[in-house]
């Protein structure tokens, strides 16, 4: 799976690198003579003081990521700069970013990455650069005719009581909680520990994946119950709701005396109003001072987001295409953030 993903990244760079070349030519003309002189592109655009190295945005496993960074990547080479994607697991890339091998993180999305990022932050190699005007949430998800076999939802514990329903070949008699890629490190592990429910986490290897098996389950009804989070595509297609877990505190993460297992951590839900921050390599405004300005004037709402993920995941779009499909519906929201 993890090749299959290598593989999948590396065609994504491949087709980013093949689309670059045909049409910023003077992008990268700029940023090969441009090294040793900063008067050369001063006055044409905001790269001027900035250094002429590319700006490294890492790709992600899911749509809107995919999408938007390459929304914000033909921003920056609009705006003059020079842009590499960089494919990344989506934990690693705070390590990466505090390094100084990669600049800047779009989309911190609380609930799968809050953790990571706050490490950083703490650590100081890593800023909390902006908060895009939106809310989150990543959870335990169903199709609302699940309600019709399996009364008192959304509350978990009415799940728990039906976790039959969810059982597969694959899960004996416990039910089957369907989660995302690993490295969203979602806690759901710790979460059936932690609450005692009689679940299996059975981890996808791609996103694609979750929709396959929610298509095909919504297809006759049969009960599903999944990872998923909004703003997604999900929310276009399908009625559903997210699992209520008792409320998600900071504290739930590492008390254990936290919540109704005085022994376990993670007996509660992920934040139901979560952040979606960009974050930057603390080297970033350093090295590129007007091009974390404009990053900093970079905001994403939820409909955006949706937008996004809808347009590959429902549409059926490459991501290079949705991000120019975009970017043409949206462009004054794009001239909004050159300022
Ligand atoms: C980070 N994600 C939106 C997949 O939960």
Known sequence: MK??????????????????????TEATGASDDGAESSDDGGGESAAGEDSSDPIRIPLHN?????????????????????????????????QSMCDGDVELVHEVWEGA???????????????????????????????????DVCPGLPDWEALN?????????????????LGGPVDWLKGDEE?????????????????????????TAAADETPIVLFNWTPNFVEAIY?????????????CRTDPEWGTN????HDCGNPAEGYLKIGVGQHFPEKWPNAAELVKNVDMTNAMLADMANLVDSEGLEASDAAEKWAEDNADVIAGWAG
């Open 62 to 94: 899911w749509s809107s990521q995919l999408v938007g960074a390459e929304v914000l990547g033909n921003f920056l080479e609009g705006e003059g700069y020079t842009v590499e994607y960089v494919p990344s697991d989506s934990q690693v890339v705070y």
């Open 3 to 24: 090749k299959l993903l290598a593989i999948l990244f590396a065609m994504v760079v491949l087709a980013t690198a093949c689309g670059d070349s045909s049409d910023s």
């Open 161 to 177: 009581d039906c976790s039959e329903l969810f059982a597969t070949a694959e899960t004996g008699d416990k039910g089957r909680f």
């Open 191 to 215: 979460r059936v520990e932690g609450l005692g429910l009689n679940f299996e986490v059975i981890n996808v290897g791609s996103a694609a994946t979750l929709w396959a098996e929610l298509e």
């Open 239 to 251: 009625d559903g709701k997210f699992v209520e877990f008792p409320q998600f505190e900071e504290a």
């Open 113 to 147: 990455f809050g953790v990571a990022f706050q490490e950083q932050v703490d650590a100081g190699c890593v800023l909390d650069w902006s908060d895009h005007n939106a809310v989150t949430r990543e959870d335990w998800w169903y199709p609302t005719y699940v309600e």
């Open 262 to 265: 005085a022994e376990l951590t």
